[in-house]
């Protein structure tokens, strides 16, 4: 008995570290997304859907994509597994030296990335967008946005292995923090800069390194203050580098399938009309507002508390943190969905048209934001419960399914962009981010066949009951109030924006409480204890 209550006790403490990490993450990633908000304003107000925009976006998009590939998405997610289990299992003099020797190695690769980057940007850009090649100046542009912004490579990896580092030693503050100042450059530098230069949109490229650079240097005083030196060690046989190798192979091969996803939607829609890619990006940027303030939030969150799990064989806390982080993942994500998808259109006039963007691309903006916001709740999941893979140092079945996934958004993109243009690239990727959650679920139950998700599926029920709930009634007040007696002028559209989301969070909570969900009493409890 006593046993069994000290084991409960053990759980809410994990539970409660994991929603405070979250909510850090969330608070600074909000900052974050609000900050990207406006810098994809200012993009917006400056250079609108031309061919200025299309070639920043693309131009940006590679070394993001490139970044995710070397590091966020690969190193990261191999290395805290196993710097963890160093902090449990071993002196942390020892963690940190393999952290010395992994950021040696990482910044080695890194640079010899960056400089055959920048010298094949040509034939790189010509594989990403190809369509662009027959433009001539769009081409040209996009090659040289594409040389000034790929060192960003360097900088952002390594801010992504600070960011390792720090969260496995439970501190999320700074790595969350990060790129608030990646958005500050950006603005910064197309407001200052810009304006200065023949060719404007250089500005702004110049601002994606100023951002990467300040990001490091917001790193650097918590890295020294834990007490990791950064002076280089270099041993190739250290045993971690051979684990984390394992692991990172079969990571590689999954996050080049998903950045494939990437390239095929960058590469088949420079064959649709021009301002497609633009549109598609700025539907995009909404959709990860709440995917970047919640669901990889949570997954932050969650991975280094997995990973301690795993490390101590501990199956059934593993399952309930992994419950736990599904279950406020899908509180939060059914609903956003259900939001964005009726006032999609309000929010990107207000954002977004003005200047260069005009009301035609509002209106093809916000018919990809419906599509890509059906599949917001894949998109979330898949998030989370990929980090229970890496957690258990399994890279392999992720790579597996990641393979399917492409296979069904190639497909799926090619039937679709006919008939509806960049809308059926967006509801591929929907139709593929819900294919792969699915079979990430089944695999991890087939591994972990203890996994009882019938909970799971009852929350998901109550809250989507609540989404329908709310969704209904949003549709009423936007019917007979909104249509009938606001105009679009920016300030009616900022009473029905406030008014839709104030009332849609109430009455979304009324009927999370009529439906006795249980993230309303966690929420409470969260609330209670920062009083």
């Excluded at 950021?103 to 850009?125: A, E, K, Q, R």
């Excluded at 079969?250 to 998903?258: D, E, N, R, W």
């Excluded at 669901?295 to 997995?306: E, F, Q």
């Excluded at 399952?319 to 736990?324: A, N, P, Q």
């Amino acid at each position: 008995m006593e046993i069994n209550r000290l084991i409960k006790k053990t759980d809410n403490i994990e539970k409660r570290q994991m929603g405070r990490a979250a909510g850090i993450v969330s608070f600074y990633t909000m900052i974050s997304r609000v900050l990207g908000l406006i810098r994809d304003m200012v993009i917006a107000s400056f250079f609108g859907a031309t061919i200025s925009a299309d070639a920043f976006i693309v131009a940006f998009r590679i070394p993001n994509m490139i970044r995710r590939f070397t590091a966020e998405g690969n190193m990261t997610i191999a290395f805290i597994p196993v710097f963890t289990e160093y902090l449990k299992t071993k002196s942390k003099q020892e963690a940190f030296d393999l952290a010395r020797n992994i950021l040696t190695l990482l910044s080695i690769i890194l640079v010899i990335i960056t400089v055959f980057g920048i010298i094949l940007t040509p034939w790189i850009v010509r594989l990403i967008a190809n369509g662009f090649v027959n433009e001539g100046a769009k081409y040209e542009l996009t090659v040289l946005l594409t040389r000034i912004t790929f060192p960003y490579i360097l900088l952002v990896s390594l801010v992504a292995f600070f960011m390792g580092v720090l969260n496995s030693l439970k501190h999320f503050a700074a790595p969350a923090a990060a790129p608030i100042f990646l958005n500050l450059g950006i603005i910064g530098a197309t407001y200052l800069i810009s304006p200065h230069l023949e060719e404007p949109v250089i500005g702004s490229a110049i601002g994606v390194l100023i951002g990467g650079v300040m990001q490091i240097l917001l790193q650097l005083p918590f890295i020294y203050r834990c007490g990791l030196r950064l002076k280089p060690l270099f041993n190739l046989r250290h045993p971690a580098v051979k684990q984390i190798a394992l692991l990172i192979i079969p990571a590689l091969f999954g996050s080049a399938i998903y950045q494939i996803n990437q390239l095929t939607g960058t590469l088949l829609a420079s064959y649709l009309p021009g301002g497609s890619v633009s549109w598609l990006y700025y539907a995009d940027r909404l959709v990860e507002l709440p995917l970047g303030v919640f669901a990889i939030a949570i997954s932050t969150a969650s991975l280094p508390s997995l990973s301690r799990q795993a490390a101590e064989k501990d199956n059934s806390a593993f399952m309930d943190t992994l419950d736990h982080a599904l279950k406020m993942t899908f509180f939060i994500s059914i609903p956003a969905m259900a939001g964005l998808i009726i006032m999609g259109k309000p929010l990107i006039h207000l954002f977004f048209q003005r200047g260069a963007f005009d009301a035609v691309s509002t209106d093809m903006t916000a018919s990809a934001l419906i599509y890509y916001s059906i599949g917001l709740w894949a998109f979330s999941g898949v998030r989370v419960i990929v980090s229970a893979f890496y957690a258990l140092q399994d890279t392999v079945t992720p790579v597996k399914i990641s393979v399917i996934t492409f296979f069904t958004y190639l497909v799926s993109g090619l039937l679709l962009m006919f008939p509806m243009k960049h809308n059926g690239l967006a509801l591929a990727l929907s139709i593929s981010s819900a294919v792969n959650f699915l079979l990430l679920v089944f695999f991890l139950r087939k591994k972990m066949p203890e996994w009882n998700f019938r909970p799971l599926l009852v929350s998901i029920l109550k809250v989507l009951s609540a989404s329908i709930l709310m969704s209904i009634c949003l549709i009423l007040i936007n019917i007979y109030l909104f249509s009938k007696y606001l105009h679009h002028s920016n300030i009616s559209l900022i009473i029905q924006i406030a008014v839709m989301v104030t009332g849609g969070i109430i009455i979304f909570i009324v009927g999370a409480w009529i439906f006795k969900c249980q993230e309303i009493g966690i929420l409470t409890r969260l609330i209670n204890r920062k009083r």
